[in-house]
Structure formats: structure tokens, C-alpha cells
């Protein structure tokens, strides 16, 4: 995939407005309870991303795969092997 995607785009604001919370918090109430509150959610965040990143890349093999096997398909029921004379 090339380019930016519009969901790492977003992601990455997520995390931006995560971290920048996070250190509001910190700085300001000291309230341990948001801290903790924005951790979790970060970390919920961070897995979320990871998960659909390994969900993609197997979407787009099994996309891979599903193509070679309909062209093997066609090629066998034409007797074409690909190769040209």
C-alpha cells in the first residue's frame, strides 16, 4: 500500500491526543485515576492498530491466493499453461 492511509492518519492524531492528555493530566490535576484512565485506553488503542494491521496483511494474502488459484483454475480447464508459441 502506498501512501498515507486515512486510518494511520487517524491513529496517529488518536495517539498524539493520548499522549498530549496524558501529560496534561500529569502536569495539572496529578489525579493518578485519569492517568491510569488514559494508559488503558492507549494501550487499547495500540492494540486495536496492531490487530488490524495483522488482519490486513492476511486479507491481502488470502486475496493473493484466491487469485492464483482462479487463474490455475481457468488455465486448467482451457489447457493453456501460460506459456505462448
Given at each position: ?49 496492531s490487530y488490524g494491521q ?32
Amino acid at each position: 500500500m502506498k501512501g498515507l492511509d486515512i486510518k494511520i492518519l487517524a491513529y496517529a492524531g488518536l495517539t498524539f491526543n493520548q499522549i498530549l492528555a496524558a501529560i496534561n493530566h500529569m502536569v495539572v490535576d496529578k489525579n493518578i485515576a485519569n492517568i491510569l484512565m488514559l494508559i488503558v485506553i492507549g494501550v487499547v488503542l495500540g492494540a486495536s492498530y496492531s490487530y488490524g494491521q495483522q488482519n490486513q496483511f492476511t486479507n491481502e494474502k488470502s486475496i493473493i491466493m484466491s487469485f492464483q488459484a482462479y487463474i490455475k483454475n481457468i488455465e486448467d480447464k482451457t489447457g493453456k499453461n501460460g506459456s505462448r508459441i
